[in-house]
């Protein structure tokens, strides 16, 4: 499976690797970094945050730290924060976007029911995307993406339980960026009527490498090779296209090591350089 990524790298870096624009994604951030400000200036004897609303700002807090003023910084994304970040999807492939992880189909009904669907959404089994019900639409539409990663991180276990476990960070050998395969929608909140843009990553059987790594399931993200990233992109593709796209990266394409447990510390801040550090 993946639940957690990195992606760090320069906005040029990334414009240049992909050809698109950060102008959504700048506009985007605006919005985000009002809200929060309204929020934190907020009287709270008059009105006090809900808890929904602390969650909310923490992870606004975590996001807008993370884009700075070269680049993007998100050394350890953890999927049940639920942030967005930059992809580029196959309706608008000339400018970045920020959809959120963990995707919500447009049939849902309310929050709750978003909330409670999303922990479940933040990975799709590539090989039924055309048959489960969160994800066939989105399949079916062609809403696919790149997801822009410098590495992930999984874990090995050492025993049958998974009491016992080491933390490995992967990364794509000499290549700064390496585009995850993804499913996106577009759900609309009734509370504020306001669109909300998300999306999933697709996942397909380990290769070699990280079915020795991640030896409980035996999963990889989807990893597409540069040389195929507008061929994902394309509208025109049949579901077998799509299908054989979805197929394990060869070994040699990844490289990985063991890193230490900062990554599971609680309260500590992980959204730095030492949590993908060597041991």
């Not at 506009?27 to 929904?52: A, C, F, G, T």
């Not at 062609?142 to 090995?156: D, K, Y």
């Not at 998300?198 to 090779?225: D, F, G």
């Not at 394309?234 to 796209?245: G, I, R, T």
Request: glycine content about 4%; some cysteine.
């Amino acid at each position: 499976m993946c639940y957690h990524k990195a992606l760090t790298a320069k906005y040029e870096t990334l414009t240049e690797r992909y050809g698109a624009a950060w102008t959504s994604v700048r506009e985007e951030l605006d919005v985000i970094r009002e809200q929060h400000l309204l929020m934190r200036n907020r009287n709270q004897q008059e009105e006090p945050y809900s808890k929904e609303e602390l969650s909310r700002m923490r992870t606004d807090e975590k996001t807008l730290s993370s884009f700075r003023e070269d680049g993007v910084y998100r050394y350890h994304e953890n999927g049940f924060d639920f942030m967005p970040g930059p992809v580029v999807t196959l309706g608008a492939p000339e400018e970045f976007k920020l959809f959120r992880w963990g995707m919500i189909p447009f049939w849902v009904k309310d929050n709750e029911s978003a909330a409670k669907l999303r922990i479940q959404t933040l990975n799709c089994i590539s090989e039924e995307m055309y048959d489960k019900p969160s994800f066939r639409d989105a399949a079916k539409n062609n809403q696919r993406c790149l997801i822009p990663v410098t590495g992930f991180f999984e874990w090995q276990w050492a025993d049958e339980k998974g009491k016992n476990k080491t933390p490995f960070f992967i990364h794509p050998g000499q290549k700064p960026v390496v585009s995850i395969a993804g499913l996106y929608s577009r759900w609309r909140d009734k509370t504020t009527s306001d669109y909300v843009y998300t999306y999933t990553v697709l996942t397909t059987v380990a290769n070699p490498l990280m079915a020795e790594i991640h030896n409980s399931k035996k999963r990889m993200p989807v990893i597409i090779p540069p040389d195929y990233e507008r061929d994902w992109l394309n509208p025109n593709l049949s579901k077998d296209d799509v299908l054989a796209l979805c197929r394990p990266i060869e070994d040699d394409f990844l490289g990985a090591y063991k890193i230490s447990k900062l990554i599971t510390t609680k309260d500590a801040d992980t959204n730095v350089p030492e949590v993908m550090a060597a041991l």
